[in-house]
């Protein structure tokens, strides 16, 4: 029997053992699902706190995350998940996973340590045989001048030879993780014909949409691309927002108009893009061509989307004037600190932006998240005192909030909005001073205006 029908064999069986490098957003989700479906898995992790937790059955993931601590505490409990922090279990697996972080350094090239650090440890504990699959997104090329070239150093084995090479980027998003990994198609990339089918058959048994098979560079390619399109788009809004704001229009009115015309479909705009993913991919993308093409509506899309935290601090310190207070020595509440709205994922939080950039005016800042460990509470408390309340992201906690009971604890009536929570200004923040992304200052209440 071949290598190649051996381990097709144990994936259709599922008697393969996997092990996952990686234990967060991605990697954990990865390996319970798997663990779900029958496969013997191991976690890998640098983070020993991590891995005791989840050989204690709890999920380390916070946040809105429908059904992963139960199925963490169930696989663990059934003995198909365990979690360690020593590479020496990878001698013993069929397939390996890499699920670690790629993010960017100052100057918008990726920082590799992670990726390269598991891969070094991978390479003298990988045995013949072994399919090793990237997860991790990252830049065009990666896979072909850094991932195989690592794997190769010993120069006794060759990807396609002795060892089977993978890039199948996720497409998850915290709030969805395990939804995502079951409803959402996947391209698989494969160095080699053999690896993208092994691949294929493997994310079968938990992926119910589709698996496009390609090559690594591919595979690259439609992930950084996914993201930017994204964030372009994204910013596209965002800019729309900024001219309304100076022309006294509302965005939202205007955005339901102009997606009525067929093919249109303008985003929400907001306070800023955070994540692990949007303001990192798209310049992953871009470095994968760098010598040959001179990006320049990436390099655009990201500045107008930086720029929105900081355009919250403008609304805050006009809104401050208004009721003649100067920004400097103010204390503001700022509501919601994750990136994304019911989770507890901070990863280049927009709020971490504003903050700083409060900071940096003379403001003293109170932080308020219902999910964020650090600064959960009474949120009445925190703004107690405070003369402006600051909403960055739209937690379902602050969807609900009572304004006009929130604004009796305040010292000024100040409400500033990123994130339009507050639907109907004219009536739901009644005796405030109000601003918001792309509202013009007087809100006027208009007919239509689809809810987020």
Same mark, same amino acid.
């Given at each position: 029997?071949?290598?190649?029908?051996?381990?097709?064999?144990?994936?259709?069986?599922?008697?393969?053992?996997?092990?996952?490098?990686?234990?967060?957003?991605?990697?954990?989700?990865?390996?319970?699902?798997?663990?779900? %479906?029958?496969?013997?898995?191991?976690?890998?992790?640098?983070?020993?706190?991590?891995?005791?937790?989840?050989?204690?059955?709890?999920?380390?993931?916070?946040?809105?995350?429908?059904?992963?601590?139960?199925?963490?505490?169930?696989?663990?409990?059934?003995?198909?998940?365990?979690?360690?922090?020593?590479?020496?279990?990878?001698?013993?697996?069929?397939?390996?996973?890499?699920?670690?972080?790629?993010?960017?350094?100052?100057?918008?090239?990726?920082?590799?340590?992670?990726?390269?650090?598991?891969?070094?440890?991978?390479?003298?504990?990988?045995?013949?045989?072994?399919?090793?699959?990237?997860?991790?997104?990252?830049?065009?090329?990666?896979?072909?001048?850094?991932?195989?070239?690592?794997?190769?150093?010993?120069?006794?084995?060759?990807?396609?030879?002795?060892?089977?090479?993978?890039?199948?980027?996720?497409?998850?998003?915290?709030?969805?993780?395990?939804?995502?990994?079951?409803?959402?198609?996947?391209?698989?990339?494969?160095?080699?014909?053999?690896?993208?089918?092994?691949?294929?058959?493997?994310?079968?048994?938990?992926?119910?949409?589709?698996?496009?098979?390609?090559?690594?560079?591919?595979?690259?390619?439609?992930?950084?691309?996914?993201?930017?399109?994204?964030?372009?788009?994204?910013?596209?809004?965002?800019?729309?927002?900024?001219?309304?704001?100076?022309?006294?229009?509302?965005?939202?009115?205007?955005?339901?108009?102009?997606?009525?015309?067929?093919?249109?479909?303008?985003?929400?705009?907001?306070?800023?893009?955070?994540?692990?993913?949007?303001?990192?991919?798209?310049?992953?993308?871009?470095?994968?061509?760098?010598?040959?093409?001179?990006?320049?509506?990436?390099?655009?899309?990201?500045?107008?989307?930086?720029?929105?935290?900081?355009?919250?601090?403008?609304?805050?310190?006009?809104?401050?004037?208004?009721?003649?207070?100067?920004?400097?020595?103010?204390?503001?509440? %700022?509501?919601?600190?994750?990136?994304?709205?019911?989770?507890?994922?901070?990863?280049?939080?927009?709020?971490?932006?504003? %903050?700083?950039?409060?900071?940096?005016?003379?403001?003293?800042?109170?932080?308020?998240?219902?999910?964020?460990?650090?600064?959960?509470?009474?949120?009445?408390?925190?703004?107690?005192?405070?003369?402006?309340?600051?909403?960055?992201?739209?937690?379902?906690?602050?969807?609900?909030?009572?304004?006009?009971?929130?604004?009796?604890?305040?010292?000024?009536?100040?409400?500033?909005?990123?994130?339009?929570?507050?639907?109907?200004?004219?009536?739901?923040?009644?005796?405030?001073?109000?601003?918001?992304?792309?509202?013009?200052?007087?809100?006027?209440?208009?007919?239509?205006?689809?809810?987020?």
């Amino acid at each position: 029997m071949t290598v190649f029908q051996s381990l097709w064999n144990r994936i259709e069986e599922q008697t393969a053992h996997l092990v996952v490098v990686g234990l967060g957003y991605v990697g954990l989700p990865v390996s319970a699902r798997f663990a779900q %479906v029958g496969f013997d898995v191991t976690g890998l992790d640098v983070d020993g706190h991590k891995v005791t937790k989840i050989n204690a059955g709890v999920c380390p993931i916070e946040g809105d995350e429908p059904g992963l601590a139960e199925l963490v505490a169930e696989v663990v409990a059934a003995g198909r998940l365990r979690a360690t922090t020593d590479y020496a279990v990878c001698q013993k697996a069929d397939i390996v996973l890499v699920a670690v972080e790629t993010p960017i350094d100052s100057i918008h090239e990726p920082r590799y340590s992670a990726l390269r650090a598991a891969l070094r440890a991978l390479e003298p504990n990988l045995m013949p045989g072994t399919m090793v699959i990237v997860e991790s997104t990252v830049a065009p090329g990666t896979m072909d001048r850094l991932v195989r070239p690592i794997l190769e150093a010993n120069g006794s084995r060759r990807s396609g030879l002795d060892f089977y090479l993978v890039h199948c980027p996720e497409r998850v998003m915290p709030g969805l993780l395990l939804k995502n990994l079951t409803d959402m198609s996947r391209v698989v990339g494969g160095d080699t014909v053999e690896a993208a089918r092994l691949a294929r058959r493997l994310y079968r048994t938990i992926v119910e949409s589709e698996l496009d098979l390609t090559d690594c560079a591919t595979a690259e390619l439609v992930k950084t691309a996914e993201n930017a399109y994204r964030d372009v788009q994204i910013a596209f809004a965002n800019e729309l927002a900024l001219i309304c704001e100076q022309v006294g229009a509302d965005v939202w009115q205007v955005r339901e108009l102009v997606n009525k015309s067929p093919g249109r479909n303008v985003l929400f705009p907001g306070a800023g893009v955070g994540g692990h993913c949007i303001p990192k991919d798209p310049w992953l993308l871009a470095y994968g061509a760098s010598s040959t093409v001179a990006a320049k509506l990436i390099p655009a899309a990201r500045e107008v989307n930086d720029f929105m935290p900081l355009h919250m601090a403008e609304l805050t310190v006009d809104a401050l004037e208004e009721v003649g207070r100067e920004i400097e020595g103010a204390r503001v509440a %700022v509501l919601g600190y994750a990136y994304l709205e019911n989770s507890d994922d901070t990863r280049n939080s927009p709020s971490e932006v504003l %903050v700083a950039r409060l900071q940096e005016l003379g403001a003293e800042v109170v932080i308020h998240d219902p999910w964020v460990p650090e600064y959960r509470g009474d949120l009445e408390v925190r703004a107690r005192g405070c003369d402006a309340v600051v909403v960055m992201v739209a937690h379902a906690e602050y969807r609900r909030l009572d304004w006009s009971g929130l604004k009796q604890h305040l010292r000024c009536p100040v409400l500033v909005d990123g994130r339009r929570v507050v639907i109907d200004p004219a009536q739901q923040s009644s005796g405030f001073v109000f601003r918001g992304v792309g509202r013009p200052r007087a809100c006027p209440v208009t007919a239509g205006v689809i809810e987020p």
